[in-house]
């Protein structure tokens, strides 16, 4: 009963991070997001493409699928099987649900299993199991971004920060390894990012990209 229960919320997890709110909005304006910018159906590339209005959508919604995920699904399934409750933790059905719609929302499989990088939807979910974390890593992101401008510098600081922050703020083992698969995760999505921050060539916020200089020597023509 126990495993099924886990299973259950593990499965609806998934599904409910696997809505990629970047690509619906993309097509609600006639845009493939995959095909425009950097190809990412994340918000940041939503923005680039769409406009503010679109980007604070997908944001908003991709973090809402791991809040709900993580905060609302154990207390359903307890909920549909009474019989379960107080045979299984709902921290730790709320934790498993945090990992699974992080999963869904990077490898969703309405998209052949390419998604995002699980940014927002990883701060909704850890603002839902370990709040203080959620609290401690959006302001390490918000911090990196004010003082450099890069969105992926400051998703690589917060994701590199997160095992800490859950330690410090639940000092719990199973936590503490969750949160650090999912900072790795994030981490190791932003690897073409990091490259690009090292060999200077990573584009700051609110300006465009460097055109090879090749490109910008022919469209000069």
Not at 43 to 69: E, I, P
Not at 178 to 207: C, D, Q, S, W, Y
Request: glycine content about 12%; hydrophobic content about 55%.
């Amino acid at each position: 009963m126990q495993l099924a229960v886990y299973i259950g919320v593990i499965v609806a997890a998934y599904f409910l991070g696997s809505i990629p709110t970047g690509y619906l909005t993309g097509r609600a304006r006639g845009v493939d997001i995959r095909t425009a910018g950097s190809g990412n159906i994340g918000a940041t590339n939503t923005l680039r493409v769409l406009g503010r209005k679109a980007g604070a959508f997908v944001l908003l919604g991709d973090a809402v699928k791991g809040f709900v995920a993580a905060r609302y699904l154990g207390v359903l399934a307890l909920a549909l099987v009474p019989q379960a409750q107080g045979k299984v933790s709902l921290p730790y059905l709320g934790l498993a649900a945090a990992a699974a719609s992080v999963l869904g929302h990077n490898y969703t499989c309405w998209l052949r299993f390419k998604g995002g990088k699980g940014i927002s939807t990883s701060c909704g979910a850890i603002l839902a199991v370990v709040p203080l974390a959620g609290v401690i890593i959006l302001a390490t992101w918000i911090l990196v971004f004010a003082a450099t401008r890069y969105v992926s510098a400051a998703s690589v600081a917060a994701a590199a920060i997160l095992p800490f922050a859950a330690w410090y703020s639940q000092d719990n083992h199973l936590i503490t390894a969750v949160m650090a698969g999912l900072g790795l995760l994030a981490i190791l999505k932003h690897r073409a990012n990091i490259g690009r921050l090292l060999a200077g060539t990573e584009p700051r916020f609110g300006r465009p990209k460097k055109l090879p200089e090749a490109a910008a020597a022919g469209g000069a023509k």
